[in-house]
């Protein structure tokens, strides 16, 4: 497997404002901040929503977060958006929220539980001016429970959730996730009971509240944890890069320095791994034969195959690894995964024009889930911030009353403060 930088003109795209994806002539009211509502609503932008971010003066906390003084993590999350700024502080601002809230057919917020109901747009407010309104309300710990006023960034989910005890090796520490890993659980589970409701809205006419906690999200997804528990007593030890399920799988070093992602998930793989190491007699070795043997002898075939990989360079052991039939693959950083063949012919990795990026162009990921009939779009840049205020508030509003609230500091322009 090769890994030559593709031509950067292979993956280049142009915004295309006139665009519509699936999702075209939703409206999406987001006042949301951080991850978890930002990835939600970022895949319904993909696919034709009409996002409106609904932001503070000093914008969406996102904004803050930069590299090389360039709002990275802004620039890719809420790409396909629009931005109002609003002082919600203000009785006037919440009255704009109000008529937004009307017309639309999605609204989502990421505020402490009750903070929505002391502004005035507690869900019964909503569902009474909107009663096909879905409303999804994104929190640590959810908005029932003992823990619904507790602080719910999602380092605290990741280790409470039963993550990070899984996560690591036996000897050392657990580990928490290096990224969003419960916000964007939270945002992807967030954007499917988004589109279940919104089909039951449809349907019937009726609104309804997702109560979305980071915990649940990733909760869900280590099962069968808690089945496994249940049965065996036994807690599920931290491996490292190892399975409890199937062996050998594991993460070897090759003798350039190169690392090696292998899984021999059935009998048929680990039979070939063997004759490709030119190791074939171990097939038969009553320590190998079978997977419950192997995992009972792990560290003598997790030392065979580092041994063998050990004598070969990464891209040697790759090439002879594929033409056999083994299940193994490189492990990727992102200065790889830059300049992979793969990545750009399947335009996982996409570049758009961006003024302020080193050459003027901004790499993102492309629209994810792909669809065949109903591709996912790039409609616009992240905008700035209340970039869209006139365009969306003086139809709704009309042009007297939003210069008004302009003068009145309640709707607002300009870049975030520091």
């Given at each position: 497997?090769?890994?030559?930088?593709p031509q950067?003109?292979?993956?280049?795209?142009?915004f295309?404002?006139?665009a519509?994806g699936?999702?075209?002539?939703?409206?999406?009211?987001?006042l949301?901040?951080?991850v978890?509502?930002?990835?939600?609503?970022k895949?319904?932008?993909?696919?034709?929503?009409?996002?409106?971010?609904?932001?503070?003066?000093?914008?969406?906390?996102?904004?803050?977060w930069?590299v090389?003084?360039?709002?990275?993590?802004?620039k890719?999350?809420c790409r396909?958006?629009?931005s109002?700024?609003?002082d919600?502080?203000?009785?006037?601002?919440?009255?704009?929220?109000?008529h937004?809230?009307?017309?639309?057919?999605?609204?989502?917020e990421?505020?402490?539980p009750?903070?929505?109901?002391?502004?005035?747009?507690g869900?019964?407010?909503l569902?009474?001016l909107?009663?096909r309104?879905?409303?999804?309300r994104?929190?640590?710990?959810?908005?029932?429970?003992?823990?619904?006023?507790?602080?719910g960034f999602?380092t605290?989910v990741?280790?409470?959730?039963g993550?990070a005890?899984?996560?690591?090796?036996?000897?050392?520490?657990?580990?928490l996730?290096?990224m969003?890993?419960?916000?964007?659980?939270?945002?992807?589970?967030?954007?499917?009971?988004a589109?279940?409701?919104?089909?039951?809205?449809?349907?019937?006419?009726?609104?309804?509240v997702?109560?979305?906690?980071?915990f649940?999200?990733?909760?869900?997804?280590?099962?069968?944890q808690?089945?496994?528990?249940?049965?065996?007593?036994?807690?599920?030890?931290?491996?490292?890069?190892r399975?409890?399920?199937?062996?050998?799988?594991n993460?070897?070093?090759?003798?350039?320095?190169?690392?090696?992602?292998?899984?021999?998930?059935?009998q048929a793989?680990?039979?070939?791994?063997?004759?490709?190491?030119g190791?074939?007699?171990?097939v038969?070795?009553?320590r190998?034969?079978s997977?419950?043997?192997r995992?009972?002898?792990?560290?003598?075939?997790?030392?065979?195959i580092?041994?063998?990989?050990a004598?070969?360079?990464?891209?040697?052991?790759?090439?002879k690894?594929?033409?056999?039939g083994?299940?193994?693959?490189?492990?990727?950083?992102?200065?790889?995964?830059?300049?992979?063949?793969?990545?750009?012919?399947?335009?996982?990795?996409?570049?758009?024009?961006?003024?302020?990026?080193?050459?003027?162009?901004?790499?993102?990921?492309?629209?994810?889930p792909?669809?065949?009939?109903?591709?996912?779009?790039?409609?616009n840049?992240?905008?700035?911030?209340?970039a869209?205020?006139?365009?969306?508030l003086?139809?709704?509003?009309?042009?007297?009353?939003l210069?008004?609230?302009?003068?009145?500091?309640v709707?607002?322009?300009?870049?975030?403060?520091p």
């Amino acid at each position: 497997m090769e890994h030559t930088r593709p031509q950067s003109a292979k993956r280049r795209r142009d915004f295309d404002p006139a665009a519509r994806g699936a999702l075209d002539g939703v409206r999406v009211v987001d006042l949301s901040r951080l991850v978890a509502g930002n990835m939600l609503t970022k895949v319904l932008a993909d696919h034709g929503a009409e996002v409106l971010k609904v932001e503070p003066p000093a914008g969406d906390s996102l904004r803050a977060w930069k590299v090389g003084g360039i709002e990275t993590a802004w620039k890719t999350w809420c790409r396909n958006k629009r931005s109002l700024c609003l002082d919600l502080r203000r009785a006037e601002a919440i009255a704009v929220v109000k008529h937004l809230a009307a017309t639309a057919a999605i609204f989502v917020e990421s505020f402490r539980p009750g903070v929505l109901e002391e502004m005035g747009l507690g869900p019964e407010v909503l569902l009474d001016l909107n009663p096909r309104l879905v409303i999804v309300r994104v929190s640590g710990w959810g908005q029932t429970g003992p823990f619904r006023h507790k602080p719910g960034f999602g380092t605290l989910v990741e280790g409470y959730a039963g993550f990070a005890a899984l996560n690591g090796f036996a000897d050392r520490e657990p580990v928490l996730p290096p990224m969003f890993m419960a916000d964007a659980y939270a945002g992807l589970y967030g954007a499917s009971a988004a589109m279940i409701a919104l089909h039951h809205a449809t349907a019937t006419g009726e609104g309804q509240v997702v109560d979305l906690s980071l915990f649940e999200p990733i909760f869900a997804v280590l099962e069968p944890q808690m089945a496994n528990w249940r049965v065996s007593g036994q807690v599920k030890p931290r491996t490292g890069s190892r399975s409890t399920n199937t062996a050998p799988r594991n993460a070897y070093r090759t003798r350039d320095g190169g690392w090696l992602s292998l899984s021999t998930s059935t009998q048929a793989v680990f039979v070939r791994l063997m004759h490709s190491i030119g190791r074939p007699e171990l097939v038969d070795d009553p320590r190998f034969r079978s997977n419950p043997d192997r995992l009972a002898n792990i560290e003598v075939i997790d030392g065979i195959i580092r041994d063998a990989l050990a004598q070969m360079d990464r891209d040697e052991a790759l090439a002879k690894f594929d033409r056999d039939g083994v299940t193994i693959g490189p492990i990727m950083d992102v200065s790889d995964l830059d300049a992979d063949d793969y990545v750009a012919a399947r335009e996982a990795l996409v570049e758009v024009p961006d003024a302020e990026m080193p050459g003027g162009w901004l790499p993102m990921h492309g629209e994810v889930p792909r669809l065949s009939a109903t591709p996912g779009i790039l409609r616009n840049a992240a905008p700035k911030l209340g970039a869209d205020n006139d365009t969306i508030l003086a139809p709704l509003l009309g042009a007297a009353e939003l210069a008004r609230l302009r003068e009145a500091a309640v709707v607002l322009h300009g870049d975030p403060k520091p």
